[in-house]
């Protein structure tokens, strides 16, 4: 009786219509949350309250039947995901509201929108390539950081008498290349320091190459390539169920053979 009811239930969970619900539950919950932000009546936020209450006690009931759904209780934990889903789902059903730590409530009601990353495949791929790839941005990082403290240490020593709001040590020049490298108003300090120095536009457009172009398309490179190989692993992963499966299937049709053979005898000897 148990075995049928989990595979229903499994078979319920891996349905495409079943994530697609979710997923509109999810969005309608974070419509809700928005929607408090706004100056509502009591009443309707009474209602509102209700309907969060709701929403929560649905997602209970759907993470309930994921884990009822798999067959290897222990593995379903082993899943990061999951738990991230479950610590959402049980803190939300948490009376906070009336207590010191409502606030905290609030926060992880907000957190119930990350609850898309987990059921939408696509989206788990991208965060896992994200963490996958910081070891190769820390040496990114590495790399722009000496060159925002070399052309911090430049900017003190050309610009340091023309500006020195801008200018004046090293930790306000580094903040000052940071605003240049997002291209925030960077001509106005530009503009400022060629009435002085001609010639220092070069500083400038040199900067940005680095950081702006160059940075970002190697840190958009890191992560394009780990996802590629993200994706590569997914197919190889599908590929090996797809053979168990068809492997599974001859074996069936063996089996089936088998037997039609043994009837084919049975009845040649037995011809009445």
């Not at 100056?39 to 006690?57: A, C, K, Q, T």
């Not at 309930?64 to 593995?75: C, D, I, M, V, Y």
């Not at 010639?199 to 172009?213: A, D, E, G, N, V």
Request: glycine share 6%; aromatic share 14%; charged share 20%.
């Amino acid at each position: 009786m148990y075995e049928v009811m989990q595979t229903r239930i499994s078979k319920l969970v891996h349905t495409t219509a079943f994530e697609i619900f979710i997923i509109i539950v999810i969005v309608i919950s974070a419509l809700g949350i928005g929607a408090e932000t706004f100056e509502l009546s009591p009443d309707f936020r009474d209602v509102m309250g209700i309907f969060d209450y709701g929403v929560s006690i649905f997602f209970l009931i759907e993470i309930s039947f994921r884990f009822l759904a798999e067959k290897n209780k222990g593995q379903f934990f082993k899943s990061g995901w999951n738990i991230f889903d479950l610590t959402i789902v049980l803190v939300s059903l948490m009376p906070l509201e009336y207590s010191q730590v409502a606030i905290v409530g609030r926060l992880i009601r907000v957190f119930r929108v990350l609850r898309l990353i987990s059921v939408v495949p696509e989206l788990r791929i991208l965060i896992g390539s994200l963490f996958k790839a910081m070891p190769q941005f820390g040496y990114v990082i590495l790399l722009m950081f000496i060159i925002f403290y070399i052309y911090g240490a430049m900017g003190n020593f050309l610009f340091r008498d023309i500006n020195p709001e801008l200018w004046g040590n090293i930790s306000l020049c580094m903040l000052t290349l940071f605003r240049i490298m997002t291209l925030e108003d960077w001509t106005d300090i530009l503009y400022e320091t060629m009435e002085v120095m001609p010639f220092s536009w070069i500083f400038y457009l040199s900067f940005i190459f680095l950081t702006t172009f160059v940075f970002l398309n190697m840190v958009i490179g890191i992560i394009v390539s780990v996802m590629e190989e993200e994706r590569m692993k997914r197919n190889e992963v599908s590929l090996l169920d797809q053979q168990k499966d068809m492997k599974s299937l001859i074996t069936v049709i063996e089996e089936l053979k088998a037997e039609v053979g043994i009837l084919k005898n049975q009845m040649k000897k037995d011809p009445a």
